[in-house]
C-alpha cells in the first residue's frame, strides 16, 4: 500500500498477484481508489461475491477488469452490476 501511495495520482492500472489478494482488500479497504481505470486480479471462487463488493467500493472508477477463473455466467452479471463502467472482462 505504500508503494501505490507513492505512484498516486498517476497511477492509471494496477495488478495484484493471487496470493496477495486478501491482504490487498484488507489494506484498501477503506480507500477509494478513483483514478484507477485497469485492475487485474485473481479471485478466490470461494470469496468472490466478498471480493468483488470490495472491488467495487474501492475502484468506483474501474473501466478495465482482467479476472482470471470466472467460473459462471452469474459471476459476469455480477461484476457488471458491481462496476457499472466496465468497457472490457
Known amino acids: ?19 496477495a489478494i486478501e491482504d490487498f482488500l484488507i489494506d484498501i479497504d477503506d480507500l ?16 468472490f461475491d466478498l471480493i468483488l463488493r470490495s472491488i467495487g467500493f474501492s475502484f468506483p472508477s ?7 477463473a470466472v467460473e459462471s455466467l452469474s459471476q459476469i452479471d ?6 457499472p463502467r466496465i468497457s472490457s472482462l
Open 1 to 19: 500500500l505504500e508503494v501505490i501511495a507513492e505512484f498516486l495520482p498517476n497511477l492509471n492500472s494496477l495488478a495484484v498477484s493471487s496470493d
Open 32 to 47: 477509494r481508489l478513483t483514478q484507477i481505470r485497469t485492475l487485474r486480479l485473481i479471485i478466490p471462487s470461494h470469496d
Open 62 to 68: 474501474l473501466e478495465h477488469f482482467g479476472i482470471i
Open 78 to 83: 455480477a461484476i457488471l452490476q458491481t462496476l
